[in-house]
């Protein structure tokens, strides 16, 4: 499986998208080689905006959702906990705790795609589209590191 790569979008294609937040590369000819530094970098960085950016934006949610379990009385539902923390802690205190949010959810994400997620769904497939493979993780894994190496 070494040696593959990915193609970027040609540039007639990446203007015919709607404008997005982060584009992917529109250099005719840039290619990502499957498995390279430079795949685990975007993967890293995949996983950190998709888990780290997204759980740290609805940090305020997550906080009056944890003052309900907490103090139900006082946080009777979503509007209202909004409203109480609003008047108790002003504007500021939405944002208490993003930055471990940010931290734990980026590391989470990074290594979900990274570390994690990539050689268990390299071995489902195998499992799912290869008949007689293996009947799952606990023969599979063995079986594709043998045939592919770590980095497979």
Request: some cysteine; aromatic content about 10%.
């Amino acid at each position: 499986m070494g040696g593959q790569t990915v193609a970027a979008p040609s540039a007639a294609a990446a203007a015919a998208r709607p404008a997005s937040w982060a584009r992917a590369p529109s250099k005719p000819g840039r290619r990502i080689e499957m498995y390279s530094p430079a795949f685990y970098a975007a993967c890293t960085v995949g996983g950190v905006a998709s888990c780290g950016l997204t759980h740290m934006t609805v940090t305020p949610l997550d906080l009056v959702k944890c003052n309900m379990q907490i103090d139900p009385a006082k946080y009777k539902s979503i509007s209202s906990g909004f409203g109480v923390l609003l008047k108790e802690q002003g504007p500021k205190g939405f944002f208490r705790g993003w930055v471990p949010t940010l931290l734990g959810y980026s590391a989470q994400g990074a290594c979900k795609f990274d570390i994690a997620l990539c050689p268990m769904e390299a071995v489902k497939v195998r499992v799912q589209t290869q008949p007689g493979f293996a009947r799952g993780l606990s023969d599979g894994l063995p079986k594709f590191v043998k045939a592919e190496g770590y980095s497979g």
